[in-house]
């Protein structure tokens, strides 16, 4: 891991202060490194190794010296050879068992089908041309060089990455097929000795092969081993308790790239074995798995990752956030110290951008950076990219401004919660379903982390320091499912109780502002939110729709406390603000977004975290916060206020509720209820009777998300439930009052 890497990966801060009782404003903090020191979603070796997969096999023809050359000269770390054995026991650098592929040997030899390594001698193979067929697959790179390439012996291999690599190149070999070559360990260790390479610290030996490894651990006890695996070979297999059973010989393993999740991570580093995955070829694949703080990689364009691990770079994707008609949030992690430059365009190809912003990405922020794009159109896609300017590695992304004031555009929005609880950890799938809805925004209804629970990135809650919370902000942004929702798709994230501790309350919970700096780090969150840090505001869609976002934490009264008229979930000016929103809003659809819910108990007996107090399920319940609620309730239907959709997550379990808390017999407002998206799985239970709640549905046990269609034209809105996989478990529409 080159020098820039490492200081990307770690910060330190933290320093608290409050001005009014209620109200809890983020504290500025001073920076040292970012890194948690306990993630295990992060390199335990401090040379992130970039290994040329059969020398840069993406430029050159594989496993030949002119390969090996351009490996060395783009500065990778570990030339890959992959070995077979002649007839007469000579060891040569050559993936496949047989020469048909790579070779011209079906020319030149016509009658030795299949052509198999080991029924030709080594004078015959040198016969070979190694080169010529890259230069007919490939028109596009051929170079009079590779005509006539050789099959090299693992002797010249070796002598010629020696000498070319000036000692910096380390050498990685595998015994491919040990089976087929009784005593290939025994050959490759005289060599290696002849060679003096045995004792150098740059220096791994791999296969698939466990009896092969084992042997070569007999023959050379302090060489570096590292296992690899395919899909198939972990099938079933606890892998804690297999990487547990290899670490007496193996020094890491090398899994096919698909395999790397943070389970995967965890089970390795906890093991003390060094992570290289295999084949990473495109930036991208590199970056996320450079982003789950892997050891190294193979890759046959050893050069895209040099620049990755050589300069910051986009580490963590990028997202667009609280858009209006006019505006956007952008925002993009790096990997360390440097500016980023965002550019927007109405056109893909970016000819010509007319927004170019230039933003410095700093350890106090983790390197995460975020810019405001103003004078946009109303109703436009827009298109964006960001990079490093340290780096050619760019990220795209785009975005839909919401409709003009006054007009009625029909709108689908997706919404979810409860990501990375109870053991849950990525990769979630429901990100993907929706993503594949094409929403015109995705609202992340809170619980976006859980802080104080168990993960790779903080194995030893709860979250303390900045550096955890912005680990588990991370960790999540492994999956690759979120990162593409959040690179096509606004989104409204909004923070619930995990983004600090279960249940807290803001102006008593101690860790609320490091949570709160490393939330609003994270998401793309404009000045009108974050200011003194509201977070509470509205966003609107046209005359389609009126989203009231709420803070359902920063000034909220312990849940201990018993409810009163005096008791506060939003804190008044937050609640007098949430009334005028409704009263003035001339929008189609009064949606509430918040982060708990209505009827359904949460939280503790005598501790409530939603609004209800629960009594139907512990009488005499003191606690909850329905005082309140009545307030906006009654508001609601003093005021006549028409369709108003309250929209939450929280409960791990998706439910659609109507109220007629008047009983007139006519329904005042619904509550949407979907989730989770990687939390423990409950069930349904009774609600709170206190407003007249009436369940459309309710369905637990699964992982899902929630879909919201507006159609102005049918004065119809429509809401679906959809599980991980984007299958409808429930669809209604409701018919719109004017
Ligand atoms: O050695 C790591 C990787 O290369 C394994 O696959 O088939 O390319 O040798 P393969
Ligand atoms: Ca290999």
Same mark, same amino acid.
């Given at each position: 891991?080159?020098?820039?890497?490492?200081?990307?990966?770690?910060?330190?801060?933290?320093?608290?202060?409050?001005?009014?009782?209620?109200?809890?404003?983020?504290?500025?903090?001073?920076?040292?490194?970012?890194?948690?020191?306990?993630?295990?979603?992060?390199?335990?070796?401090?040379?992130?190794?970039?290994?040329?997969?059969?020398?840069?096999?993406?430029?050159?023809?594989?496993?030949?010296?002119?390969?090996?050359?351009?490996?060395?000269?783009?500065?990778?770390?570990?030339?890959?050879?992959?070995?077979?054995?002649?007839?007469?026991?000579?060891?040569?650098?050559?993936?496949?068992?047989?020469?048909?592929?790579?070779?011209?040997?079906?020319?030149?030899? +016509?009658?030795?089908?299949?052509?198999?390594?080991?029924?030709?001698?080594?004078?015959?193979?040198?016969?070979?041309?190694?080169?010529?067929?890259?230069?007919?697959?490939?028109?596009?790179?051929?170079?009079?060089?590779?005509?006539?390439?050789?099959?090299?012996?693992?002797?010249?291999?070796?002598?010629?990455? =020696?000498?070319?690599?000036?000692?910096?190149?380390?050498?990685?070999?595998?015994?491919?097929?040990?089976?087929?070559?009784?005593?290939?360990?025994?050959?490759?260790?005289? *060599?290696?000795?002849?060679? /003096?390479?045995?004792?150098?610290?740059?220096?791994?030996?791999?296969?698939?092969?466990?009896?092969?490894?084992?042997?070569?651990?007999?023959?050379?006890?302090?060489?570096?081993?590292?296992?690899?695996?395919?899909?198939?070979?972990?099938?079933? =297999?606890?892998?804690?308790?297999?990487?547990?059973?290899?670490?007496?010989?193996?020094?890491?393993?090398?899994?096919?790239?698909?395999?790397?999740? +943070? /389970?995967?991570?965890?089970?390795?580093?906890?093991?003390?074995?060094?992570?290289? @995955?295999?084949?990473?070829?495109?930036?991208?694949?590199?970056?996320?798995?450079?982003?789950?703080?892997?050891?190294?990689?193979?890759?046959?364009?050893?050069?895209?990752?040099?620049?990755?691990?050589?300069?910051?770079?986009?580490?963590?994707?990028?997202?667009?956030?609280?858009?209006?008609?006019?505006?956007?949030?952008?925002?993009?992690?790096?990997?360390?110290?440097?500016?980023?430059?965002?550019?927007?365009?109405?056109?893909?190809?970016?000819?010509?951008?007319?927004?170019?912003?230039?933003?410095?990405?700093?350890?106090?922020?983790?390197?995460?950076?975020?810019?405001?794009?103003?004078?946009?159109?109303?109703?436009?896609?827009?298109?964006? #990219?960001?990079?490093?300017?340290?780096?050619?590695?760019?990220?795209?992304?785009?975005?839909?401004?919401?409709?003009?004031?006054?007009?009625?555009?029909?709108?689908?929005?997706?919404?979810?919660?409860?990501?990375?609880?109870?053991?849950?950890?990525?990769?979630?799938?429901?990100?993907?379903?929706?993503?594949?809805?094409?929403?015109?925004?995705?609202?992340?209804?809170?619980?976006?982390?859980?802080?104080?629970?168990?993960?790779?990135?903080?194995?030893?809650? +709860?979250?303390?320091?900045?550096?955890?919370?912005?680990?588990?902000?991370?960790?999540?942004?492994?999956?690759?499912?979120?990162?593409?929702?959040?690179?096509?798709?606004?989104?409204?994230?909004?923070?619930?109780?995990?983004?600090?501790?279960?249940?807290?309350?803001?102006?008593?919970?101690?860790?609320?502002?490091?949570?709160?700096?490393?939330?609003?780090?994270?998401? +793309?969150?404009?000045?009108?939110?974050?200011?003194? !840090?509201?977070?509470?505001?509205?966003?609107?869609?046209?005359?389609?729709?009126?989203?009231?976002?709420?803070?359902?934490?920063?000034?909220?009264?312990?849940?201990?406390?018993?409810?009163?008229?005096?008791?506060?979930?939003?804190?008044?000016?937050?609640?007098?603000?949430? =009334?005028?929103?409704?009263?003035?809003?001339?929008?189609?659809?009064?949606?509430?977004?918040?982060?708990?819910?209505?009827?359904?108990?949460?939280?503790?007996?005598?501790? #409530?975290?939603?609004?209800?107090?629960?009594?139907?399920?512990?009488?005499? !319940? @003191?606690?909850?916060?329905?005082?309140?609620?009545?307030?906006?309730?009654?508001?609601?239907?003093? /005021?006549?206020?028409?369709?108003?959709?309250?929209?939450?997550?929280?409960?791990?379990?998706?439910?659609?509720?109507?109220?007629?808390?008047?009983?007139?017999? /006519?329904?005042?407002?619904?509550?949407? *209820?979907?989730?989770?998206?990687?939390?423990?799985?409950?069930?349904?239970?009774?609600? !709170?009777?206190?407003?007249?709640?009436?369940?459309?549905?309710?369905?637990?046990?699964?992982?899902?998300?929630?879909?919201?269609?507006?159609?102005?034209?049918?004065?119809?809105?429509?809401?679906?439930?959809?599980?991980?996989?984007?299958?409808?478990?429930?669809?209604?529409?409701?018919?719109?009052?004017?």
């Amino acid at each position: 891991m080159k020098k820039s890497l490492v200081a990307g990966l770690a910060c330190l801060s933290l320093s608290l202060s409050s001005t009014a009782p209620w109200a809890v404003l983020a504290a500025p903090h001073e920076t040292v490194t970012t890194d948690n020191g306990q993630s295990t979603l992060q390199p335990i070796t401090s040379n992130v190794a970039v290994i040329a997969h059969r020398g840069a096999s993406a430029y050159g023809p594989e496993h030949t010296l002119a390969a090996y050359k351009q490996a060395i000269k783009m500065k990778a770390d570990y030339v890959e050879f992959d070995l077979q054995m002649t007839k007469d026991g000579q060891l040569i650098a050559m993936h496949d068992e047989t020469l048909a592929r790579t070779t011209n040997a079906k020319e030149l030899y +016509p009658n030795r089908a299949p052509w198999r390594v080991k029924d030709f001698t080594l004078d015959e193979i040198k016969r070979l041309d190694a080169g010529s067929w890259f230069n007919a697959a490939h028109q596009e790179l051929e170079k009079k060089e590779y005509i006539g390439q050789q099959v090299p012996t693992l002797d010249e291999a070796i002598q010629f990455v =020696k000498k070319h690599g000036h000692g910096k190149v380390g050498l990685y070999m595998e015994t491919k097929a040990p089976n087929v070559y009784p005593g290939m360990e025994e050959k490759l260790i005289e *060599i290696l000795q002849k060679n /003096k390479v045995l004792v150098s610290k740059n220096l791994f030996l791999e296969s698939f092969s466990e009896d092969s490894l084992r042997k070569l651990k007999t023959l050379a006890p302090n060489v570096q081993l590292i296992q690899l695996y395919t899909g198939a070979m972990l099938k079933g =297999k606890d892998m804690y308790q297999e990487f547990k059973r290899i670490s007496d010989y193996a020094s890491g393993v090398g899994p096919s790239k698909e395999l790397v999740v +943070p /389970k995967f991570m965890e089970a390795a580093h906890q093991n003390q074995l060094l992570v290289h @995955p295999w084949t990473v070829n495109s930036q991208d694949d590199l970056a996320s798995l450079l982003s789950l703080g892997v050891d190294g990689e193979f890759t046959n364009n050893p050069d895209k990752m040099v620049e990755l691990v050589d300069k910051p770079f986009i580490s963590h994707g990028v997202a667009s956030g609280d858009v209006t008609d006019t505006s956007a949030i952008l925002w993009a992690r790096t990997s360390g110290a440097t500016n980023v430059q965002f550019e927007l365009s109405t056109d893909s190809s970016f000819k010509k951008p007319f927004i170019v912003k230039t933003v410095h990405a700093g350890a106090e922020h983790d390197y995460a950076v975020q810019t405001k794009m103003d004078g946009l159109k109303p109703d436009t896609t827009y298109f964006y #990219r960001a990079h490093a300017v340290s780096s050619s590695y760019t990220v795209n992304g785009s975005f839909k401004t919401a409709p003009a004031e006054n007009s009625l555009k029909p709108l689908t929005m997706v919404w979810g919660g409860d990501t990375g609880g109870q053991g849950e950890i990525p990769p979630y799938n429901s990100f993907k379903a929706m993503s594949d809805l094409n929403p015109d925004f995705f609202l992340f209804s809170g619980d976006t982390i859980y802080a104080d629970n168990k993960t790779p990135a903080v194995p030893n809650p +709860p979250s303390q320091s900045v550096q955890d919370f912005w680990a588990k902000y991370k960790e999540n942004r492994t999956d690759a499912g979120l990162r593409s929702l959040l690179q096509k798709t606004a989104t409204f994230s909004i923070w619930d109780d995990h983004e600090v501790t279960n249940d807290f309350s803001g102006p008593s919970q101690p860790l609320t502002p490091t949570g709160l700096n490393a939330f609003k780090d994270y998401w +793309p969150i404009s000045d009108d939110r974050s200011n003194a !840090d509201k977070l509470y505001h509205t966003y609107s869609y046209g005359d389609t729709l009126d989203m009231m976002i709420l803070n359902n934490r920063g000034y909220r009264d312990p849940n201990t406390q018993a409810d009163g008229a005096d008791k506060t979930m939003l804190g008044g000016e937050q609640l007098d603000w949430l =009334k005028k929103q409704l009263l003035d809003s001339d929008a189609k659809i009064k949606l509430v977004a918040t982060s708990v819910p209505i009827s359904v108990p949460t939280g503790k007996a005598n501790a #409530r975290d939603g609004w209800a107090n629960g009594n139907q399920v512990n009488p005499n !319940d @003191p606690t909850g916060y329905e005082n309140e609620f009545k307030k906006i309730s009654d508001f609601i239907m003093e /005021k006549g206020i028409k369709n108003v959709f309250f929209v939450t997550t929280d409960v791990h379990f998706a439910q659609v509720i109507k109220y007629d808390a008047n009983h007139d017999g /006519k329904t005042d407002y619904h509550e949407l *209820i979907s989730g989770p998206i990687g939390a423990v799985k409950i069930n349904p239970g009774t609600l !709170d009777p206190t407003f007249s709640p009436e369940s459309m549905y309710a369905e637990g046990n699964f992982f899902n998300f929630g879909v919201f269609k507006v159609d102005p034209a049918t004065n119809k809105a429509t809401v679906e439930i959809r599980d991980e996989n984007g299958k409808t478990h429930f669809s209604h529409d409701f018919q719109l009052e004017d």
